[in-house]
């Protein structure tokens, strides 16, 4: 039976570089995925492209391109990639010209567009996951980028391309396009794009499931992970799949730790809404058939929503906030009185705010007061006020009085921190289908 091995190269936007090189040299695989956009990404990665037209795709996008390129065109791996954010085009020129200084073989590299649906938003009525027109955010609207299924891709590879990068796609796309490319999976036989689903949604976290995150001294040991290996997925032409790594690297692959990934995020098992199909996880198997070896089986699926998921990007409000540390005996006492010097301090200035916390670190900031008075007396403490207010200047003035805790405060506080700056926040939208259209853009080098 035909097989396919897909290596899982990234995670998230910052994810280490080391285990995907790892993957391209030692993993005998065919395909290397990058996933590496969360929700606010590419909001953000908009932010760049308007102030830059030549910006806005991954940051590390040049640094992992020049780590793997070469091993990927010299061993014939395809390299699949939401890296694009917010511009696919820049990003495939950006990587045609590393392929070109590196002096590598001609490639084929293909910008997935049709994403970008700011201006459809734009011009209807519309309205968020929280009940507001999206028409209500007026000049706070960033971006408006809609989930993307596997079609596109496929197109993508159909055309001969080497490297394949989009922007806002859904994470398991990434690595269903390549298996319905080499299988030839029809595009509504649901059964098997729900198979191709669960095993897109194993990789697309590339750590987490050999034992990053997973990971908790005493009761879920993990060697080896200051060099963890990232997953392979070996994937049957009936849909089946083997969940293994690099022979010696770190980290490790169980039964337990491909529940946990299986589980994640997902909120019915029965009924996980994708682009390309609603997956069905409820009747799936999980085996362990050798050392790092884990057999998944027995996900399914029904025919895909009839919208597309649109993730909107907007300026929210900002943030302001101040740190600060203190130590030594009497070290909780003196930290509450700080915090309580700045609660009136912003009182008596007038400081605006919509929202204000104040939490002790270590002490009641993940689990509020009532827990941490059934512990002992921390020696070391650290304090953190912040803020959301309407403008910057009212974040700076909260960040500030922090601060001021230097020379106005209780004796002993140190290593102070500060930052005021604007946040970009998430909602959601469902977009009728007709109203995406996707191509594909080739750059050769």
């Given amino acids: 039976m035909k097989q396919v091995r897909i290596g899982s190269g990234a995670g998230y936007s910052g994810d280490r570089i080391e285990p995907a090189v790892e993957l391209a040299e030692k993993g005998d695989i065919d395909y290397l995925i990058f996933e590496c956009l969360a929700e606010r990404t590419i909001a953000i990665a908009q932010r760049a492209r308007m102030k830059n037209p030549d910006a806005g795709y991954d940051p590390l996008l040049p640094e992992r391109m020049r780590a793997v390129l070469g091993l990927c065109s010299e061993k014939g791996i395809r390299i699949i990639t939401n890296m694009g954010a917010a511009n696919p085009l820049a990003a495939a020129a950006k990587v045609r ?32 996951d929280t009940g507001a027109p999206v028409a209500s955010l007026g000049e706070r609207l960033l971006s408006a980028n809609a989930y993307l299924g596997a079609q596109p891709l496929v197109d993508a590879l159909a055309q001969g391309a080497d490297v394949v990068i989009t922007g806002r796609a859904a994470d398991p796309s990434l690595v269903l396009a390549p ?38 001294p005493g009761v879920k040991d993990v060697s080896g992970l200051a060099r963890l290996g990232f997953p392979i997925g070996e994937v049957s032409e009936d849909g089946t799949v083997v969940i293994t790594k ?103 200035t007038g400081v605006e705010a919509s929202e204000l916390r104040y939490d002790l670190l270590g002490v009641n900031a993940m689990h509020g007061d009532s827990l941490s008075g059934t512990h002992a007396e921390p020696y070391e403490v650290r304090i953190r006020v912040a803020g959301r207010t309407n403008n910057l200047r009212e974040a700076e003035r909260i960040a500030n009085e922090v601060e001021s805790l230097y020379t106005c405060g209780p004796a002993g506080g140190g290593g102070a921190t500060k930052s005021a700056k604007d946040i970009v926040a998430v909602r959601s939208t469902l977009l009728p289908r007709d109203k995406v259209n996707t191509s594909v853009h080739i750059e050769e080098s």
């Fill in 97 to 128: 010209d590393i392929a070109k200084e590196m002096r590598l073989r001609p490639l084929r590299i293909a910008a997935v567009l049709g994403d970008d649906v700011l201006d459809v938003l734009r011009s209807g009525d519309y309205i968020d």
């Fill in 179 to 216: 298996l319905i490319h080499e299988f030839g999976w029809a595009m509504d036989d649901w059964h098997r794009l729900g198979q191709g689903t669960l095993i897109g949604h194993l990789l697309e976290c590339a750590g987490q499931i050999t034992g990053g995150y997973f990971a908790d």
């Fill in 246 to 348: 690099v022979e010696g690297s770190g980290g490790k692959v169980t039964a337990a730790t491909c529940k946990e990934q299986m589980l994640y995020e997902i909120q019915d098992p029965a009924a996980y809404f994708t682009p390309d199909v609603t997956a069905d996880f409820s009747n799936v198997e999980i085996e362990e058939v050798g050392m790092n070896r884990v057999r998944v089986s027995g996900a399914s699926g029904r025919a895909r929503p009839d919208t597309l998921k649109v993730s909107i990007g907007y300026i929210d409000s900002f943030i302001g906030e101040g740190q600060m540390s203190y130590a030594g005996p009497g070290a909780l006492a003196r930290a509450r009185l700080a915090v309580d010097i700045v609660a009136e301090r912003l009182k008596i």
